[in-house]
């Protein structure tokens, strides 16, 4: 995210943190933009993997991670 000016503290700590981890696995509700979402990844190179929950309605997890389908 290149102009953070209209994020709130919250997400710009988050953020802050990606940056400066060197390894991260986040388990979130992000978005429902794909492109959004791909933009977060190329973005944040350190990400090592998302994990996308939807076990309250379909029981079930998925996993992503660069070497495999990012």
């Known amino acids: 995210m290149e102009d953070s000016a209209h994020v709130v503290d919250d997400m710009k700590d988050l953020l802050a943190y990606i940056s400066a981890a060197e390894k991260v696995y986040l388990v979130a509700s992000l978005t429902t933009d794909k492109d959004d979402l791909l933009n977060f990844v190329g973005t944040n190179k ?17 996993f992503f991670s660069p070497d495999i389908n990012f």
Not at 46 to 62: F, M, S, T, W
């Open 46 to 62: 350190n990400l090592q993997g998302i994990i996308v929950d939807n076990i309250p309605a379909k029981n079930e997890y998925h």
